[in-house]
C-alpha cells in the first residue's frame, strides 16, 4: 500500500480520501525501545505478535529521525548527515546507543548465559508510529514517542470537529485542507459573520489580481486559487469582497509535532489572506496514561470520551470565534495596529525577517508581496506575509508563515 503523506489545498473530499487509506495503513506498537535496530538506516520492530524473529522493515521519515536524535542525544543534523552519506555511521551510532555495548557473557544462577555489557541498552518504553508496506514491501516508521502518548487521529478528530461545528447550526465554507507528516491543517470561513474593514484595507491591492503574478504552486486538487476565492464567496454568499468574515482553523497532529487546537482565523476577502489568532485558540496536547506493551489498539470507550471532548470545543470554539463580538474587538486591536505608516519598507522586512527567522527566499518573497500590495503601512506587512504564504508550496512552511503574520505586524508596528 503506497500512503500518501502530504497534500496541499486540497478539498475536504480528497482531505477525508487520504486520512481513510493512511488509517487503514497504521500499525502502532508499544515496548522497549531496544525492539527498533537499524540496518542500512531502515528499521526492524520485533518483540510483537504480528512480527517473525527478523521483525517487519521500516524506512523512518525525519520526523521519525528528529525523535530518535531527542531521545539518543545525537544532534540531529548529524543523524541526517549519516542518513544520507554514511548509513553504516547512522546504524552504528543508533544501535549502540539503543542496544547498548556487550563486553563478555557470564553465567546465571539459573545456569543459563547472558551478556554483560560495557555501556547498558536503553531501558526506556517507546511507541512506534507506522505504517504498514504492502507484501515484500518497506513500512514507514512515522514517529518515535513517549509511551504516554495519546493517539487523537487526524479523521476522527476531522469528523468530530466538523460535526460540533454543524451542530451550532453556523454555516461554514471549507477554504482549504493541508496534510503533511506533521500536521493536519483545515481552514474554515463563516461568511456570514462578516465585516467591513476600510481601514484594514486601505489602498491594498491583491498580488493575485488580474493576470496574477503570483500562483499557488500546491494547489494538487484545483481547488481554491488565491484568486479564485473571493469571487467564489461573494458569489455565493453575497459578501463585500473589501471585507474581512471570521472563521476557525483546525489542526492536529499524530507524530507528536503538533497538538490538536481550534482558534479563531480571519479570511480578508480582497486577497484571501488568513490572519490566525494564535493566542486565543483551544488547544489539547496529546498525554495519556502509561500504556500496555504490544499492538495499540484504543478502547471504544477511550474513544469516545476523547472525541467527545472534541465536539464539544468545537461547539464552543463556534461560540467564542464566529461571535460578532468578538470578531468586533479582536478587529479592532488588528486595524489599530495596522494604520502605522512604514517610511523605509526595506529595512522594516529586514527587521521582520531577522526576528521572525525568514529564510533569504522568504525575505524576498515578503518583499515582493509588499510592494505588490501597495499597501506601506504595518498591516502591509502583515499582509504580505499572509499572501506570500499562499504561494509556498510546503504546507508546514506555509502554516508557520501564516502564524507569524499577527508578530510581522507587532514588529512592524515597534520597528
Known amino acids: 500500500m503506497t500512503v500518501q503523506l502530504e497534500a496541499r489545498n486540497t478539498n475536504m473530499a480528497d482531505l477525508a480520501r487520504i486520512l481513510k487509506e493512511q488509517q487503514a495503513a497504521k500499525l502502532d506498537i508499544v515496548g522497549p525501545i531496544t525492539g527498533l535496530r537499524s540496518r542500512g538506516g531502515t528499521f526492524s520492530v520485533a518483540g510483537t505478535s504480528v512480527f517473525d524473529d527478523a521483525g517487519a522493515e521500516f524506512t523512518p521519515t525525519a520526523i521519525a529521525d528528529g525523535h530518535l536524535a531527542d531521545k539518543l542525544g545525537i544532534p540531529v543534523k548529524y543523524l541526517r548527515r549519516m542518513r544520507a552519506e554514511r548509513p553504516d555511521l547512522y546504524d552504528e551510532n543508533v544501535n549502540g546507543w539503543i542496544h547498548g555495548l556487550v563486553s563478555g557473557a557470564a553465567e546465571q544462577e539459573d545456569g543459563s548465559i547472558a551478556p554483560t555489557y560495557f555501556a547498558e541498552p536503553d531501558k526506556r518504553t517507546v511507541m512506534a508510529r507506522c505504517f504498514q508496506g504492502d507484501p515484500g514491501e518497506r513500512g514507514v516508521l512515522r514517529a518515535v514517542l513517549s509511551d504516554r502518548y495519546m493517539i487523537i487521529e487526524?479523521?476522527?478528530?476531522?469528523?468530530?470537529?466538523?460535526?460540533?461545528?454543524?451542530?451550532?447550526?453556523?454555516?461554514?465554507?471549507?477554504?482549504?485542507?493541508?496534510?503533511?507528516?506533521?500536521?493536519?491543517?483545515?481552514?474554515?470561513?463563516?461568511p456570514e459573520i462578516f465585516r467591513n474593514s476600510p481601514q484594514l484595507l486601505a489602498n491594498y491591492r491583491?498580488?493575485?489580481?488580474?493576470?496574477?503574478?503570483?500562483?499557488?504552486?500546491?494547489?494538487?486538487?484545483?481547488?481554491?486559487?488565491?484568486?479564485?476565492?473571493?469571487?467564489?464567496?461573494?458569489?455565493?454568499?453575497?459578501?463585500?469582497?473589501?471585507?474581512?468574515?471570521?472563521?476557525?482553523?483546525?489542526?492536529?497532529?499524530?507524530?507528536?509535532?503538533?497538538?490538536?487546537?481550534?482558534?479563531?482565523?480571519?479570511?480578508?476577502?480582497?486577497?484571501?489572506?488568513?490572519?490566525?489568532?494564535?493566542?486565543?485558540?483551544?488547544?489539547?496536547?496529546?498525554?495519556?496514561?502509561?500504556?500496555?506493551?504490544?499492538?495499540?489498539?484504543?478502547?471504544?470507550?477511550?474513544?469516545?470520551?476523547?472525541?467527545?471532548?472534541?465536539?464539544?470545543?468545537?461547539?464552543?470554539?463556534?461560540?467564542?470565534?464566529?461571535?460578532?463580538?468578538?470578531?468586533?474587538?479582536?478587529?479592532?486591536?488588528?486595524?489599530?495596529?495596522?494604520?502605522?505608516?512604514?517610511?523605509?519598507?526595506?529595512?522594516?522586512?529586514?527587521?521582520?525577517?531577522?526576528?521572525?527567522?525568514?529564510?533569504?527566499?522568504?525575505?524576498?518573497?515578503?518583499?515582493?508581496?509588499?510592494?505588490?500590495?501597495?499597501?506601506?503601512?504595518?498591516?502591509?506587512?502583515?499582509?504580505?506575509?499572509?499572501?506570500?504564504?499562499?504561494?509556498?508550496?510546503?504546507?508546514?512552511?506555509?502554516?508557520?508563515?501564516?502564524?507569524?503574520?499577527?508578530?510581522?505586524?507587532?514588529?512592524?508596528?515597534?520597528?
Not at 482549504?176 to 481552514?187: A, K, Q
Not at 499524530?254 to 481550534?262: P, R
Open 154 to 190: 487526524n479523521f476522527d478528530v476531522l469528523t468530530a470537529a466538523l460535526a460540533g461545528i454543524y451542530e451550532t447550526g453556523t454555516e461554514v465554507e471549507v477554504l482549504g485542507c493541508d496534510l503533511t507528516e506533521t500536521r493536519m491543517r483545515v481552514n474554515l470561513a463563516a
Open 206 to 415: 491583491s498580488p493575485f489580481g488580474g493576470e496574477g503574478v503570483y500562483h499557488h504552486e500546491g494547489n494538487s486538487s484545483g481547488f481554491y486559487a488565491p484568486g479564485q476565492l473571493p469571487q467564489a464567496l461573494q458569489d455565493r454568499y453575497g459578501v463585500d469582497s473589501n471585507g474581512v468574515c471570521a472563521g476557525l482553523v483546525l489542526t492536529n497532529g499524530e507524530t507528536g509535532g503538533s497538538a490538536f487546537s481550534l482558534g479563531p482565523r480571519f479570511l480578508l476577502l480582497a486577497c484571501a489572506n488568513g490572519v490566525m489568532i494564535e493566542a486565543d485558540a483551544f488547544e489539547r496536547i496529546h498525554l495519556a496514561g502509561k500504556l500496555e506493551h504490544g499492538i495499540v489498539d484504543w478502547s471504544t470507550d477511550t474513544q469516545q470520551k476523547a472525541l467527545a471532548l472534541v465536539t464539544a470545543q468545537a461547539r464552543d470554539a463556534v461560540k467564542a470565534f464566529l461571535d460578532p463580538e468578538y470578531v468586533e474587538k479582536a478587529l479592532s486591536k488588528i486595524e489599530a495596529k495596522a494604520s502605522k505608516r512604514i517610511e523605509n519598507p526595506a529595512q522594516v522586512i529586514e527587521i521582520v525577517s531577522k526576528q521572525l527567522s525568514f529564510t533569504d527566499e522568504q525575505r524576498e518573497g515578503v518583499l515582493a508581496h509588499f510592494i505588490a500590495g501597495g499597501q506601506v503601512t504595518a498591516g502591509g506587512v502583515m499582509q504580505a506575509v499572509t499572501s506570500f504564504a499562499q504561494t509556498v508550496s510546503n504546507p508546514d512552511v506555509a502554516y508557520d508563515l501564516e502564524l507569524a503574520a499577527m508578530k510581522a505586524l507587532d514588529i512592524a508596528v515597534a520597528a
